[in-house]
């Protein structure tokens, strides 16, 4: 995992256009979203969806794959373990188990980020309130109800992979 940099996308683009698959993972839901990334670097918003299932990681992958173009670069939020938390480190372990699922199936991740290094320490609406400041207005048609917050933050890494917005989702205050 590389550390944010103000300029660079969080993965190793091609010199071609692409899609990019952004994944916030959860066991019995997970976020997609997905971008439309230009020649140029310019990232658009086509689909943001949550994904549903209760029967397993290896079932939840295949769902996610399923939802996702079949060529593309995919970035994820890595759940991370905490030394003072340890009551949550068996939910964050079946976390990681879809990932490892989805990670067999894709070929292996294009880039992972820490939850704080893309969100942050931002509360949850503080945050979804910059994401929506961050999509433009097709893109926001195209968005779930806030109640979807899986993939609201799958659309917050996708824009932070893509740097449309900065750690904590503000806005860059410099022209792409």
Do not use: S
């Given at each position: ?126 945050h979804h309130r910059r994401i929506r400041k961050a999509l433009t207005e097709n893109e926001l048609a195209i968005m779930p ?23 904590g989702g503000g806005q860059l205050s410099l022209p792409l």
């Open positions: 995992m590389r550390r944010y940099r103000l300029r660079d996308p969080k993965y190793t683009p091609p010199d071609a256009a692409h899609q990019l698959v952004a994944v916030d993972l959860g066991k019995r839901k997970v976020g997609v979203a997905v971008f439309d990334v230009a020649v140029d670097g310019k990232a658009t918003l086509t689909k943001a969806c949550t994904v549903k299932c209760d029967d397993g990681p290896e079932a939840m992958a295949l769902a996610i794959f399923a939802a996702a173009p079949d060529k593309a670069y995919w970035v994820a939020e890595w759940p991370m373990k905490y030394k003072d938390k340890r009551l949550y480190h068996e939910a964050i372990e079946d976390l990681q188990a879809v990932g490892d699922a989805l990670e067999r199936l894709i070929l292996g991740w294009d880039e992972k980020c820490r939850p704080g290094e893309w969100k942050g320490n931002v509360p949850k609406p503080a109800e806030l109640t979807e917050h899986d993939a609201w933050d799958a659309a917050g890494i996708g824009l932070f992979a893509t740097v449309r917005t900065k750690r």
